[in-house]
């Protein structure tokens, strides 16, 4: 998470944990949707662009990362 979002790592790791949860019931491939908007709507206090921003690096190297790998 950017050190923009100004969040402690216990608010993180329960929101994050909290909204694994909610990806589980929405079953969507990979969480993509409901996680970027369960981090919206449990930490209002942090910047939205810093949100998205770690979400994507989250994609970027959860995802794409292995992948390029893979290729090569």
Not at 26 to 36: C, I, K, R, W
Request: charged residues 5%.
């Amino acid at each position: 998470m950017p050190a923009v979002a100004d969040v402690t790592f216990g608010a993180m790791i329960l929101s994050y944990l909290g909204i694994l949860g909610l990806c589980l019931i929405a079953n969507s491939p990979g969480g993509v949707g409901p996680l970027e908007a369960g981090l919206l709507f449990a930490l209002p206090n942090a910047p939205a662009e810093a949100l998205i921003a770690g979400g994507v690096a989250l994609r970027l190297i959860y995802y794409v990362g292995p992948g390029a790998i893979g290729i090569f």
